[in-house]
């Protein structure tokens, strides 16, 4: 049987129809597809047929698509099954974001709102507080939309004084916390309120002779930040 992380979310959407994927769903759809049987898949994650088609009727009404195609007599009794297009689609979509979260294990999570879209550059500016990121332009989004931004903690650099470089995002702010891990140093840095971790080594760490309450700047790529949909 599977254990389910039931803090995993994702959010699928399709035209103007959005809906709210719990692990718990994605993994139906997976092992669905992987089985070929619903009453499979439903076994897999220890509850009933009947909870697994309620769960795929939901997704269908919220969605306006449908996901399964069935027919009688499958693997294990229930009746055989296949994904979709649109119900393949969502599983590409789903582990994407997993692909992107093992990845990236430990990355800043930021809520940020969309303000400005320059599309001669190919960029797109996000803002958080008094805070302005640039990331790359995404055409699926508009200014106004609410977007989780996505940055490693081995992707933000420390610097003891602002570099002229190519990077886009550079931002000043005071370091609150400094925490041995794994034989790096994690840096927790305060920008006007909002909260960056960046994890460098040690040697990099004595050579900027970090301390407590020291102002430094922090500075990663445009293309370094992944994004979603809020």
């Not at 692990?23 to 759809?29: A, F, S, T, V």
């Not at 430990?106 to 797109?124: H, Q, R, T, W």
């Not at 916390?177 to 960056?196: Q, S, T, W, Y």
Request: some cysteine.
């Amino acid at each position: 049987m599977t254990k389910v992380n039931t803090s995993v979310e994702y959010r699928i959407s399709i035209d103007d129809n959005s809906f709210l994927l719990d692990e718990q769903k994605y993994l139906l759809l997976d092992y669905i597809n992987t089985f070929g049987s619903i009453r499979a898949a439903a076994n897999e994650l220890s509850f009933s047929y009947r909870t697994a088609l309620n769960y795929i009727k939901k997704i269908e009404s919220s969605l306006q698509v449908s996901e399964l195609e069935t027919q009688k007599g499958g693997s294990g009794g229930g009746g055989s099954a296949k994904l979709t297009e649109e119900g393949l689609n969502m599983l590409r979509e789903c582990k994407k974001i997993n692909a992107i979260m093992e990845l990236h294990r430990e990355v800043n999570e930021l809520e940020a709102d969309l303000v400005d879209i320059d599309y001669p550059k190919g960029v797109m500016k996000i803002r958080m507080k008094t805070i302005e990121i640039t990331i790359p332009l995404n055409n699926k989004y508009k200014i106004g939309d609410h977007l989780l931004a996505l940055i490693s903690y081995d992707n933000i650099f420390i610097m003891n004084s602002l570099q002229k470089s190519s990077i886009r995002n550079n931002l000043k702010g005071t370091i609150v916390e400094l925490l041995l891990k794994d034989d790096m140093i994690r840096a927790k840095v305060d920008v006007d309120g909002v909260i960056f971790y960046s994890d460098i080594t040690l040697s990099a760490s004595k050579d900027l002779d970090l301390v407590l309450g020291q102002e430094v700047y922090i500075e990663f790529k445009a293309l370094a930040i992944a994004t979603l949909k809020l």
